[in-house]
């Protein structure tokens, strides 16, 4: 099959690129420049991500603004390119659950942790982290941080001090996934806020506490390696290393950081060729011989990370035949896309690859037989007179996005052989992301079948759990489609209640083989992550993750 033109609203000549070359060079200080260690960052969101301390934009906040600036009970090693990240201590240094109540999670804190405003973080502070994103009776709650952080660790429901260095975290039933689900919880300076909430205008305390969240949005404190120094929103977020971070490993060798939304790919990749930029996110797949042949580097890895078509199973919908939901599995050309992407994807066989502790040999194959779903889609009354018809929700840019527009596309040239027509409703990236947890029953769907939302897959509630379990579905978390029966429960339940890494493997090997055959998504690509820098950038680790530590990095 041959792949399709690049989509024309990603034509380098758009408004896209004139806005974005132009905000470039108004942000060129080179005062500033000459005398700072400078990293420029072009991101694929179009907004900055939320700096309030729970990120928007997906993942990709927490990769510029909740990871640089945070620090969240536990975090994950991205110090290794060659091996999986994995879950290591950070404001905390040791968890355990209680003996009688596996409910009950104790972790004992770091000593000596100073946020970036001088107050000190301790149990109290981790207390009020939690209760302002699960406690609506507290002063400084903020359902704004609710949906991107709930949603995450949907168990977890108070947080108790029990001395000024330990505290007592319980969940609604036994979760041995709670220490991954923690690292996105990012610790923001109770006393910072405080002294907003005081200076804040308002009639009432949820006035003021609403008008002190956007203070301090503007003037945050965390306790991470980097600390806000000018932010202004669409526009630019800029950070300076925290000198006295308590990781030596971690303490910036740069002293500036300047990030920038730029969602067109040709407008990044301008961008960055014209040394306006030092690191562009998914670099436009045509231009990439372009940028390694000016010097640049490209890189990438194998990630935890799906790209898929989450599929509606609401009354109604087109995807409620399995036999309808193979034969997509089986219509799309991922050999295809990858040399339409330059190479930079790698082709699934599910949430997870073969080898992997939780594969458990699926007993349906996912792989490009055209021949095998037309026959699929015949059994099932559909042909190329009578087609069946979906419409798909989708982005034109974001995080972990890739290249939404071409990729839509060519799946969509792939399923017409198959006697599949797909109409889109093209939206813009945040508005999906909100749109995920809301559901396919919910008006924001807009009627579609199915949404194509990129995930996250390092953790088993990540990869799997939230997408299957009766118990996420919309507003809890994302299951956007409605998948789920006690069957799917079961398997959940006694993966979550096995706290020995081997018998939870082999629990959560079951239920991605199970998930596979019965196929609520149309696997489609796993993101290799691309991004391209200049070569003066060192201490590059492109981990085998979704995330990246800009800290340990340096500017020649």
Avoid at 177 to 199: C, D, G, I, V
Avoid at 234 to 254: F, G, I, M, Q, S
Avoid at 308 to 330: C, I, T, Y
Wanted: charged fraction near 20%; hydrophobic fraction near 45%; proline fraction near 8%.
């Amino acid at each position: 099959m041959n792949p399709i033109p690049t989509s024309p609203r990603l034509a380098p000549r758009s408004l896209g690129f004139v806005l974005a070359a132009g905000l470039i060079a108004a942000l060129a200080s080179p005062t500033v420049m000459a005398q700072e260690k400078v990293l420029r960052i072009a991101m694929t969101a179009a907004d900055i991500p939320r700096t309030l301390g729970q990120p928007d934009q997906g993942f990709e906040g927490n990769r510029f603004t909740g990871i640089p600036m945070y620090d969240a009970l536990t975090h994950w090693d991205l110090s290794k390119g060659d091996a999986a990240s994995v879950l290591i201590p950070g404001l905390a240094t040791s968890w355990v659950t209680d003996a009688t109540d596996k409910t009950k999670w104790v972790f004992k804190l770091r000593p000596g942790v100073k946020f970036h405003d001088g107050s000190d973080l301790n149990a109290d502070s981790v207390v009020w982290n939690v209760q302002k994103v699960l406690d609506k009776d507290a002063v400084h709650f903020d359902a704004s941080q609710v949906g991107v952080t709930a949603s995450r660790m949907p168990t977890l429901r108070s947080a108790r001090k029990i001395d000024n260095l330990t505290v007592e975290l319980t969940t609604s039933e036994p979760d041995a996934f709670l220490p991954l689900n923690l690292t996105n919880l990012f610790m923001a300076s109770p006393a910072h806020w405080q002294k907003k909430f005081e200076a804040a205008a308002g009639a009432t305390p949820a006035d003021k506490a609403k008008n002190a969240w956007t203070a301090f949005a503007s003037d945050a404190s965390g306790s991470g390696p980097f600390k806000m120094a000018r932010f202004l929103p669409r526009e630019r977020l800029e950070l300076v290393a925290n000198k006295t971070y308590w990781d030596p490993k971690r303490t910036p060798k740069l002293d500036r950081v300047v990030m920038i939304p730029m969602p067109e790919a040709n407008a990044r990749t301008a961008a960055l060729l014209s040394g306006q930029v030092d690191w562009i996110e998914a670099p436009s797949p045509d231009a990439m011989p372009q940028i390694t042949q000016r010097g640049f580097k490209i890189y990438s890895n194998a990630q935890p990370h799906v790209w898929p078509w989450q599929l509606s199973f609401a009354e109604g919908s087109p995807w409620l035949d399995k036999r309808v939901r193979h034969a997509a599995n089986l219509c799309v050309d991922r050999e295809g896309l990858k040399t339409f992407l330059g190479g930079m994807m790698a082709v699934p066989k599910g949430t997870v690859p073969p080898g992997h502790p939780w594969w458990g040999n699926p007993k349906f194959d996912i792989k490009y037989d055209v021949k095998a779903a037309q026959a699929l889609m015949t059994q099932a009354g559909f042909s190329a007179a009578k087609p069946m018809k979906a419409k798909v929700q989708i982005s034109a840019s974001g995080s972990g996005q890739m290249q939404p527009l071409p990729m839509n596309e060519f799946v969509q040239q792939s399923l017409k052989q198959c006697h599949i027509d797909i109409e889109f409703d093209v939206i813009e990236w945040n508005t999906l992301f909100t749109n995920w947890r809301q559901g396919a029953k919910h008006p924001s769907a807009n009627g579609t079948h199915a949404i194509n939302v990129s995930y996250a897959a390092m953790d088993p509630f990540f990869a799997m759990v939230r997408f299957t379990s009766t118990k996420t579905f919309p507003p809890v978390s994302n299951n956007w489609g409605y998948f789920g029966n006690p069957e799917f429960d079961k398997l959940i339940a006694d993966a979550r209640t096995s706290f020995d890494d081997t018998q939870r493997d082999a629990a959560l090997a079951k239920l991605h083989a199970r998930i596979v055959e019965e196929a609520p998504f149309i696997w489609i690509a796993h993101d290799v992550g691309p991004r391209a820098m200049s070569a003066k950038v060192k201490g590059v680790v492109q981990p085998r993750s979704w995330f990246i530590d800009i800290a340990p990095m340096s500017v020649d």
